[in-house]
């Protein structure tokens, strides 16, 4: 019996404490922001602890700052939060990005970006899209507050092994359907928990041909099916991704060569596997109210099978069988850690290049990081989104959980590149509509969603 | 941490599936830099309308319902954001303890790091369990490990480390700084590439 790759890394970083117990596992790269973690510093302050690998530990201010003027917190409470993690990265020795710095964004747009993530880590962060790392071959997973105080004194971890299931996808994507549509058409076909008690992996031919931002698209979304870790083995995609990044390893032949013993010996090895052929997959947008309630752009909206049915189509203002194409959109957001980094905007800005939003619809793009606005701007996408009528904005999460300034208006149908669709998540009673930067920035040109597998839509 | 051994209360149904913790707390409220006081916002989005008063067709809201603290509702509740508020929302209205089909894991450890016991159970049991009168009482035995309803009882599972932990009312950190060596030692045998 070989090993899979989630094995071998859980096996590298176990501290104490046997198998079928929760063991204690060690962390290698903990990432911190301004949400989750000031309880867990007040924490240490009153314990009198300190943070035990400060050099192992990277924060950044994103959830909470303003798009629009990022150096203009009005809301006080808000920026109580933002002083409050500049204070603690202060007094325990953390690295900070803070607003204004070149480093700063999303979280898990700036870990990888700056050379942070690397295979064979643990990775965990005090947010569910963790997961985002474990497309380098690590271990990455969300924590709570309580999680995130025990790692800052500990720098490990108490967790009891998941299971693993082997998600084998294989054929070629059709022109137009892309990463995201991989991962909701998964989540569509087996459920919001299907990957629940499970560490996820990627793999196969359809996988290995992926960009490294189009692997953190999928790997983002495993904890939209229930999976607090998703992962893919690192190849020579990863390697020259992290290579001459800000915190790449000096002695990069050498941490190549100790990353190629991470992967999965055979697929009989995971607990569990499923077989996902992508050749035929159309884009997917969502019409509910949670990730699995999404479908093809070419087919029906379904049936109201149960109550959570009857309760999403009510809050969504929508009808059964009515085409997925039909769904008004007044809204679009293209940014998030699922979907705002530079292949996911130049993406965008080529279905928006020589084009005009429909009439009443606006637009938001908000890039990852500063790092992905500069290099937008570089390539001058800044001027195709502002031409086709888009506005363009400074980095953080934004309207993806709307917890800053950028709320999306009750009742308004937002196209958007984000991954919870919940109720009031993007605001209070808008109406989210999952998709990927391509779609959404098609259903901004048209006012509707169009299937971009056809020309003549744009 | 705040210890559960027997515990007998009133409960709440709410048998949605997938509640996510959006629901449970919605973003605006997790600005905040304290544990407590979260308790007024849980299910806020449901609980209150528009104007701000309370929704009174919403259980939470419901007279005979109040000094409830068991909840009982559908599966994977709690998926969704990480955010620990969720469990102190709970926690601070009263809760201490759910029964579900099923949780996220992310919500599930949140739990054990609060003293709110989550517990798994078929939905046949659970629908039992929503049917009765708001003033019933029903009685968890953790270390039984089981819910007694209207004279029947329902046995669940659960990780034994977790049981000890919430009959102790453990701090994990204090543990944990106890395998300091074991740490420093792991930690000297981690490759470096700098």
């Not at chain 1, 979280?107 to 970006?113: E, K, T």
């Not at chain 1, 949670?290 to 203002?317: E, G, H, T």
């Not at chain 2, 709440?12 to 407590?36: E, V």
């Not at chain 2, 989550?118 to 049917?131: D, G, S, T, V, Y």
């Amino acid at each position: 019996m070989g090993k899979t790759l989630f094995d071998k890394l859980w096996e590298k970083h176990v501290i104490t404490g046997k198998p079928g117990e929760p063991q204690l596992i060690y962390i290698d790269l903990h990432l911190v922001h301004e949400v989750t973690s000031p309880q867990a510093f007040e924490g240490l302050r009153v314990n009198n602890r300190r943070v035990r690998r400060p050099e192992r530990t990277f924060a950044t201010m994103d959830h909470n700052v303003p798009t629009k003027d990022i150096f203009n917190i009005q809301d006080t409470i808000s920026l109580k939060q933002i002083e409050t993690l500049k204070t603690n990265c202060d007094e325990f020795g953390i690295r900070l990005a803070e607003i204004g710095s070149a480093d700063q964004g999303i979280v898990h747009v700036i870990g990888p970006q700056l050379g942070l993530t690397q295979p064979g880590q643990t990775v965990v962060c005090g947010d569910s899209h963790t997961a985002t790392h474990g497309a380098f071959g690590s271990i990455a997973f969300g924590i709570g507050t309580s999680e995130v105080e025990h790692v800052l004194a500990t720098q490990s971890i108490w967790q009891l092994k998941p299971k693993t299931m082997g998600i084998h996808l294989h054929g070629k994507l059709q022109a137009g359907v892309s990463a995201k549509d991989i991962i909701m058409a998964l989540i569509a076909t087996y459920g919001v928990d299907f990957g629940t008690g499970y560490a996820l992996e990627f793999y196969g031919d359809t996988v290995d041909r992926l960009s490294m931002e189009n692997r953190m698209s999928i790997c983002n979304m495993a904890i939209e099916g229930g999976a607090k870790m998703g992962m893919m083995k690192p190849d020579q995609t990863t390697f020259e991704y992290i290579k001459g990044r800000k915190y790449a390893p000096k002695k990069m032949e050498e941490a190549i060569k100790y990353w190629q013993q991470f992967y999965t010996d055979s697929p009989a090895d995971y607990d569990k596997v499923l077989e996902f052929d992508v050749s035929n997959l159309a884009p997917y947008i969502s019409w509910g109210t949670n990730p699995s309630m999404s479908v093809p752009i070419s087919s029906k909206l379904p049936d109201i099978a149960d109550m959570n049915f009857q309760r999403a189509y009510d809050y969504m203002d929508l009808k059964p069988h009515m085409a997925a194409s039909a769904i008004p959109i007044q809204w679009i957001f293209i940014g998030s850690c699922t979907n705002g980094r530079l292949a996911d905007l130049q993406e965008a800005a080529r279905v928006l290049k020589g084009h005009h939003l429909a009439k009443n619809v606006t637009a938001w793009i908000v890039p990852g990081s500063r790092t992905v606005k500069n290099e937008a701007e570089k390539l001058g996408l800044d001027k195709i989104f502002k031409e086709a009528g888009c506005e363009w904005r400074d980095p953080g999460c934004s309207a993806c959980l709307a917890m800053n300034p950028d709320k999306i208006p009750a009742g308004i149908h937002c196209a958007s590149t984000t991954n919870r669709n919940f109720e009031g998540r993007q605001g209070k009673d808008a109406r989210t509509h999952l998709a990927s930067p391509a779609m959404v920035a098609a259903a901004g040109i048209h006012g509707h969603f169009v299937d971009i597998r056809q020309k003549e839509v744009i | 941490m705040e210890a559960i051994t027997v515990h007998e209360g009133t409960t709440i149904p709410l048998m949605n599936n997938n509640i996510d913790t959006d629901q449970i707390i919605p973003k605006q409220f997790l600005k905040n830099i304290l544990k407590i006081g979260y308790g007024k916002h849980l299910f806020h989005d449901w609980r209150f309308l528009d104007d701000g008063r309370p929704d009174p067709k919403f259980i939470l809201n419901h007279e005979e319902r109040q000094g409830a603290t068991i909840l009982i509702s559908g599966e994977n509740f709690g998926c969704g954001s990480s955010r620990e508020h969720a469990a102190w929302a709970l926690k601070d209205w009263g809760f201490k303890i759910i029964i579900a089909g099923s949780y996220s894991d992310i919500f599930f450890m949140n739990c054990t790091k609060n003293g709110v016991l989550p517990i798994i159970l078929p939905l046949e049991a659970r629908k039992k369990m929503a049917a009765i009168s708001p003033k019933e009482k029903i009685t968890v035995d953790l270390p039984h490990q089981f819910v007694e309803c209207q004279g029947e009882k329902y046995h669940f599972d659960i990780d034994s480390t977790w049981k000890q932990k919430f009959i102790n009312g453990t701090d994990d950190i204090d543990v944990t700084l106890n395998y300091s060596d074991k740490i420093t030692e792991f930690e000297n045998s981690l490759p470096s590439f700098s």
